[in-house]
């Protein structure tokens, strides 16, 4: 149906935007101004970055209920830990300076304190055994570890943890002054969390001072001026600050991970610029054919661009938002806290794209047509003019277009053939967490995690753990674990709670597997008398996330599919091309997680952004996820770029052949430029030092690679073009639907 002269909800939606801007732009600054403060400034003194938390691999499964046993009925407690490498545990000047601070610990409320220094040995020299773990392999070393227990069953105190934490550093920098040579350092799980949100608060700031810029620069070609590049900018920024907002919302709603700040804000910064770029682009394109100069011309331009573009940024964002729908089923509350947050940051971009952009081309005026200050530099201007954001009638899109069309199958088949050999690296796709394993190397806590598990390895978090009711059973299953393979050795087990430990030692790159053989053996020996036994250790958290993820990705994909099918018909009037969609979408997504795999797991990307290949043992099965939901969400946009350029054409009476050249002329050069800006944005936020961080642009940004090239360009229109004769069809029944129901200004 072609659009209706009389205008729309949308077209009225933006008119009055553009009617009245500066209310527009000061119920903005009200918005903005009240996310500043309370993400930034914080509510009663905690910012958003205040209330992170650092668990992206809960999930509820044997590994919890495994911790929950030996945990037993014991309070909520903090722990840190004071590591001395290189200092003997009876060195004089180690003995005086632990012994001043046990003084002081002991003295805190609610505090008990641990360490082999000033114990008295056994005959032979050695320690007790109970305080084995905390003497350093070769015994040149030793730990001194703190506990602060809850207050009446609820959390410890925190001026007493505080208190504590401040001692133990002072008597480090004692240390380290009396052994300049040795390693002294405190951590804890309290600091580790700490260190990890401020990387990510750091992370997202460099992301941001990376990507910005070069995406100005971008914009500044394909627009020609500074005013047109800004304005999508304008919008970018209130992406930011909004999702801030709505995340500290959230965090008193649910538990909120370090790395949902940084995954919202990427894709909702490259959102945002997205449908600026495309409004701002289909206005110059309005104002300019209606040729209607002043306020009067701006304001018709303004409403058939909120009638058309608009109309596709809203579909855009539906289907995005149908992606981050689908994250919702999952049970972990970090996938659930993206979900909410792709959501809210969809909201603020589709209605920032629909009155804060009008506004500001009402603002703007006629200074948006006139060439810009880069059209008129010497050599630059050409190349300007050449790559701007109007294309003409006729162009290389438009031909390269023709030119699949001459042979559409053996396109279609190659390219589906080409995405298929970039993701058989897949095969080989083994599942990781990456928190664990590849902690930056600029946290606080780096060394002393990576002098702990060098020189403390009984004392280090266990990444897989056997535990038993009884000791008889501990050393039956100790005994038959020795043989699994990948196993290096097993350790003495140890009473803890109302439960017994075995720790079992295994390479960092087999931890997975060994959990996995550990639990499929375990059926025959409860046979034989086991009892209840469970299996945990970091390893084994992840295999229960993953298998959690696992259990409900089924739903989602479920949820995902029929979403964009329902709302891709109602859009077209056609079945065929929304399961075309979903098979493109398929193909770039997989060859996707194949380079994913290629440049993490197998090591090739380890050169070019700094990482060190043996800490990263697969892929992170939280990044496997989230680049198949927003990945499809993100392909989906540059999908309703074509098909809306598309069905104009069909809708005016334009033969199907040429409407999809004519379709891919008139969206190619938004739809590269829009690729090309959200390659930059995902590009900025892999300078940063997380690696789950790093994992996820990388997948996105390819798959927007080959989704704005391979895909749009070759796959796509070969694929409508050969099945020309049906890429309109869909049931009888579901025609009759469509005309009562479908969607259209």
């Known amino acids: 149906m072609p659009l209706s002269s009389r205008p729309g909800p949308l077209a009225a939606i933006g008119g009055a935007a553009a009617r009245h801007p500066w209310i527009t732009l000061a119920v903005w600054l009200l918005l903005i101004t009240g996310a500043v403060a309370t993400a930034v400034g914080g509510i009663a003194g905690e910012s958003v970055f205040d209330r992170l938390k650092s668990d992206s691999s809960a999930a509820d499964g044997e590994s919890s209920h495994a911790d929950d046993v030996l945990a037993g009925d014991e309070q909520e407690r903090s722990s840190h830990t004071l590591l001395a490498d290189r200092i003997a545990p009876d060195d004089p000047n180690a003995v005086e300076t632990v012994a001043d601070l046990v003084a002081r610990l002991v003295d805190l409320p609610h505090t008990s304190v641990v360490t082999p220094v000033g114990v008295p040995t056994l005959p032979d020299g050695s320690v007790i055994p109970e305080l084995a773990p905390l003497v350093a392999n070769g015994g040149d070393g030793f730990l001194l570890t703190l506990t602060v227990e809850g207050v009446d069953g609820g959390l410890p105190d925190d001026a007493v943890v505080d208190a504590a934490t401040a001692d133990l550093q002072e008597a480090a920098d004692e240390l380290r002054q009396s052994h300049p040579e040795a390693i002294v350092e405190v ?35 394909v627009f020609g001026g500074f005013i047109a590049a800004g304005i999508p900018l304008a919008g970018a920024g209130v992406s930011i600050v909004g999702a801030l907002g709505a995340l500290l919302g959230f965090t008193y709603l649910l538990d909120i991970d370090t790395t949902v700040v940084n995954v919202v804000t990427a894709v ?35 409403g058939r661009t909120a009638q058309t573009a608009g109309r596709t940024v809203v579909y855009s964002g539906v289907t995005f938002a149908i992606a981050s729908l ?15 947050g792709g959501l809210a940051v969809t909201v603020i971009a589709i209605t920032s794209a629909l009155t804060l952009i009008p506004a500001l081309l009402s603002l703007t005026g006629d200074r948006l047509l006139r060439p810009g200050a880069l059209t008129r530099l010497p050599g630059i201007g050409k190349a300007v003019s050449r790559f701007g954001d109007i294309a003409p009638d006729d162009g290389f899109f438009s031909k390269l277009t023709r030119r699949v069309q001459r042979h559409p199958a053996i396109t279609t088949m190659a390219s589906g053939l080409l995405l298929v050999l970039l993701g058989s690296p897949l095969a080989s796709l083994q599942l990781a967490n990456t928190s664990v394993d590849a902690l930056p190397a600029s946290s606080t806590q780096y060394t002393f995690l990576e002098a702990l598990t060098d020189h403390f390895p009984d004392a280090t978090s266990p990444r897989v753990a056997l535990v038993t009711e009884t000791e008889a059973a501990a050393e039956t299953w100790s005994d038959a674990v020795a043989d699994v393979d990948g196993v290096e050795s097993t350790g003495t087990p140890a009473q803890t709670g109302d439960a017994w430990l075995t720790v079992v030692r295994v390479d960092p790159a087999d931890g997975i597997d060994v959990v996995n053989a550990i639990r499929a053996d375990r059926a025959a020996l409860q046979d034989d008398g086991l009892g209840d036994a469970w299996v945990t250790g970091s390893d084994a958290r992840t295999v229960d996330f993953s298998n959690s993820l696992l259990g409900s990705a089924p739903w989602a994909a479920l949820i995902i599919a029929l979403g964009t099918v329902i709302f891709l018909f109602l859009m077209t009037g056609s079945l065929v091309i929304p399961i075309k969609a979903l098979l493109a979408s398929a193909l770039s997504l997989g060859a996707s997680i194949g380079v994913l795999v290629w440049g993490f797991e197998q090591g090739n990307f380890a050169p070019l952004m700094g990482f060190d290949p043996a800490d990263v043992h697969g892929v992170d099965v939280l990044v496997l996820l989230l680049t198949f939901a927003f990945g499809f969400g993100l392909a989906m946009d540059y999908e309703m770029f074509i098909l809306s350029r598309i069905k104009e054409q069909v809708d005016a009476g334009v033969p199907d052949r040429e409407a999809i050249a004519r379709g891919l002329q008139r969206s190619g050069r938004i739809i590269t430029s829009a690729a090309l800006i959200i390659i930059v944005v995902f590009a900025g936020f892999a300078t940063g030092d997380l690696m789950v961080i790093k994992q996820l642009v990388t997948a996105l ?23 020309q004769r049906i890429m309109w069809w869909a049931p009888k029944w579901m025609k009759r639907l469509h005309a009562r129901f479908g969607l259209s200004e």
């Open 187 to 221: 951590g804890g799980g309290g600091l580790l969390n700490a260190s990890i949100v401020e990387i990510s608060e750091n992370d997202l700031k460099r992301g941001e001072a990376v990507a910005l810029p070069i995406a100005l620069v971008v914009m500044l070609v």
């Open 268 to 302: 909702g910064l490259g959102l945002s610029i997205d449908y600026g770029l495309l409004i701002v682009s289909r206005f110059r394109e309005e104002h300019r054919a209606a040729g209607i100069p002043g306020r009067e011309g701006r304001l018709a331009a303004i």
């Open 326 to 340: 689908g994250l919702l089923v999952f049970e972990p509350r970090i996938v659930r806290a993206i979900g909410l």
């Open 701 to 723: 940004a390819v798959a927007v690679l080959l989704d704005a090239t391979l895909v749009r360009c070759l796959l796509v229109p070969a694929l409508m073009t050969w099945q």
